[in-house]
């Protein structure tokens, strides 16, 4: 096998940073995304790309802080180099505030972020209905931009992209040796994973370029995220909702919970709504898996099932998912060699 | 009662407003007039980025030090007000950085969440081995003024485009209190040998990505000769010159090449940031801040000048403590000249 050819499948920022990190990994394969959306199209656009970790309840925590330093150590060299305003990476301050006492004091990313703290009383002041707080620098990777600089890394590798819409995995076991399905919420229609469910979020994207902070309320559904040219402004977890039209009712309750944060936000402009379907798991689905259909063998390597926290965790899981295709290869030219005996 | 004001960059303008605010209602034959030979965008604050930091040393001016809690404390109040946008008013984080440890600032109280840096963030400027971290307030001149300019003109201060010549000029027109805000060129008014050019220059640039001021500190070469990024709601602020005595005004290729080079070095992103624009500007420098009262004998009249000049590279910083405590010389001229019954801040 001198070059093995390796089809991924999605190019939201799964897709595309898993197919990099391949590349890197494995240099001698050649790696080809499929995928039937690309920027700025995917769901991956629609978030605003913060590196504030979810946590999934089955997946071990060590395994998540390694996820996420990976990746917040990837970023942090971007954002600190020439390219950060091409990778749309940059670092942000904020807080993030609760009205009741927080589940645990220090969060098990407290010492990744950059100096993590407990909000003072003065700080606090500017919150009358919340009570705790922290205050911590951390890194946003905006879309598209991030999405667009992965896709020329990639060109750059000489990875060829096609817009194309895979029905099934087997389509692909002529042409490629090995799939990598980074398909997120499509998952669950393409290997039919029940586990796998959406959670819907509808944002606003906003013109308010004197928003320099983020906020962020502990219960996950408001949040004020600056981006390089549009504050996000946060939003909905709708388990079980498929729509993907925007709700005018919704848009309106959004703009005021987030005004009550940051009245500033008032004279926003240019109020762009967005929703996105988290594709939500009890624990990411970072597997190797062989399928089998009529004596031919595919093997396959699931990176998907990142819910509300892709961007925190993405190079982590792309890097894993990269491992299992190298050790896919591994077996590939194992049974290949030994098939020449 | 005719008070005219010279001067309308952050200074005039706040005074005006403080001195109007507190003692139209009280004194109906108030007329407030303000003179300028520059008004917005023009002045010597539009120029300025409006952070709200003072200098790491305070000299021990303690004065000065409340001065600036007092305008911190009063902005902050703002922030939460419809008028805030407008107003030009919005929080933002920041690093001030070091080579060698610096002592705590005096207004680290006065900030919000002012700690030191840990080493990771450390990472992120090579060659810096200290720094700080905190929260403060950027008030933009380009939106400060105007608003400032609205409220005046909407509460019947009248403006005036002329440089004025002397003092006396305005007392033999009538006028019975003159406010000197006129920054850089107080010399040309009355001569002060302590007021010196602090002289800086800023290259503008398209970098929204950058959501931090960085201001660096080279404790030896004194203030903000040393490189820093403010952004802004339009654009970021690159600068690091400070001459002392230099009047030029014209930008210079050199301190361009200095400011550029030693930014890019700071934040590599920059290099790929879009310059918009340049400018060079006179900080009205001054080892304290001239804040009192003159009297000044005419013939047999005797005429009040307020002075407020001098505010160095800190204007926005101080200028509310300061109009504050030109309304309150203003309160006691009143007094004296038995115009008030009790001043504005008693009341019986």
């Known amino acids: ?341 | 009662m005719r008070v005219a004001v010279i001067g309308a960059g952050v200074i005039g303008l706040s005074s005006a407003l403080c001195i109007q605010e507190q003692f139209q209602s009280l004194l109906p034959s108030l007329e407030l007039e303000v003179y300028a030979d520059h008004f917005t965008p023009h002045t010597t604050s539009d120029g300025a980025a409006g952070l709200w930091q003072p200098y790491v040393s305070d000299h021990g001016n303690l004065q000065e030090t409340l001065w600036n809690k007092e305008t911190f404390d009063y902005l902050l109040g703002q922030l939460h007000s419809p008028a805030a946008k407008e107003m030009g008013l919005f929080l933002i984080s920041g690093y001030n950085l070091f080579r060698e440890p610096p002592p705590d600032p005096s207004w680290k109280n006065i900030v919000l969440g002012f700690r030191n840096l840990t080493p990771k963030e450390l990472e992120l400027f090579p060659g810096y081995s200290h720094g700080w971290f905190n929260t403060a307030l950027m008030l933009e001149g380009r939106s400060y003024l105007p608003w400032l300019t609205n409220r005046l003109t909407q509460r019947g201060v009248k403006f005036f485009h002329k440089k004025v010549e002397s003092f006396q000029e305005l007392f033999s027109q009538g006028v019975d209190v003159v406010l000197n805000c006129s920054g850089m060129r107080s010399g040309d008014l009355q001569p002060d040998p302590e007021l010196q050019p602090g002289r800086g220059q800023i290259i503008r640039v398209l970098a929204p990505w950058v959501k931090h001021f960085i201001v660096t500190h080279d404790l030896k070469s004194g203030i903000y000769n040393s490189p820093y990024v403010i952004p802004g709601s339009e654009f970021t602020v690159l600068g690091g010159i400070y001459q002392h005595g230099n009047w030029s005004e014209e930008n210079s290729a050199k301190d361009h090449k200095s400011i550029w080079d030693s930014c890019c070095q700071l934040l590599p992103a920059l290099q790929k940031a879009k310059i918009v624009g340049e400018w060079s500007g006179l900080r009205p420098a001054r080892p304290s801040v001239r804040l009192e009262r003159e009297s000044i004998r005419l013939g047999n009249l005797q005429a009040e000048v307020i002075h407020n000049y001098g505010h160095g590279g800190f204007g926005v910083t101080i200028h509310w403590g300061c109009a504050m405590a030109a309304a309150r010389l203003f309160g006691t001229i009143l007094q004296e000249k038995q115009q008030l019954a009790t001043p504005p801040g008693s009341r019986l």
């Open chain 1, 1 to 341: 096998m001198a070059s093995p050819k390796i089809a991924v499948v999605g190019a939201g920022v799964i897709g595309l940073s898993t197919a990099l990190c391949i590349t890197e990994t494995c240099p001698s394969s050649s790696v080809t995304v499929l995928s039937d959306q690309f920027s700025p199209n995917t769901t991956s656009d629609v978030a605003a790309g913060m590196l504030i970790p979810h946590i999934y309840p089955d997946t071990p925590i060590h395994r998540q802080k390694q996820w996420f330093r990976e990746t917040f150590t990837y970023l942090f060299a971007i954002s600190n180099s020439a390219q950060a305003s091409e990778a749309g990476i940059h670092l942000v301050s904020g807080w993030q505030i609760f009205k009741s006492p927080p589940k645990e004091e220090l969060p098990f990313w407290s010492d990744i972020v950059l100096g993590f703290r407990p909000m003072s009383e003065v700080e606090l002041q500017k919150f009358p209905q919340h009570r705790f707080g922290q205050a911590f620098t951390t890194l946003k990777c905006d879309c598209p931009p991030y999405l667009l600089w992965l896709e020329k890394r990639l060109k750059a590798t000489g990875t060829q992209m096609y817009t194309r819409k895979v029905a099934d995995l087997w389509e692909l076991h002529r042409e490629y040796d090995i799939v990598v399905n980074c398909t997120g919420m499509g998952a669950h229609q393409l290997v039919g994973d029940k586990q796998l469910f959406p959670v819907r979020g509808q944002v606003l994207k906003v013109h308010a370029p004197w928003v320099t902070q983020f906020i962020r309320d502990g219960d996950g559904l408001t949040y004020i995220y600056p981006g390089i040219h549009r504050v996000t402004l946060g939003g909905t977890r709708e388990k079980g909702s498929w729509s993907l039209s925007p709700d005018a009712g919704t848009t309106r309750d959004i703009f005021d919970r987030c005004c009550s944060l940051e009245p500033s936000l008032q004279g926003a402009q240019d109020i762009e709504v967005k929703v996105g379907l988290r594709p939500s798991r009890q624990c990411v689905r970072v597997q190797r898996e062989v399928l089998s259909q009529g004596g031919v063998k595919l093997p396959v390597v699931h990176n998907y099932g990142h819910g509300a926290g892709g961007f925190s965790v993405h190079r982590g899981t792309a890097k894993e998912a990269a491992h299992l295709v190298e050790e896919c290869i591994s077996v590939l030219q194992g049974s290949s060699s030994r098939a020449k005996l």
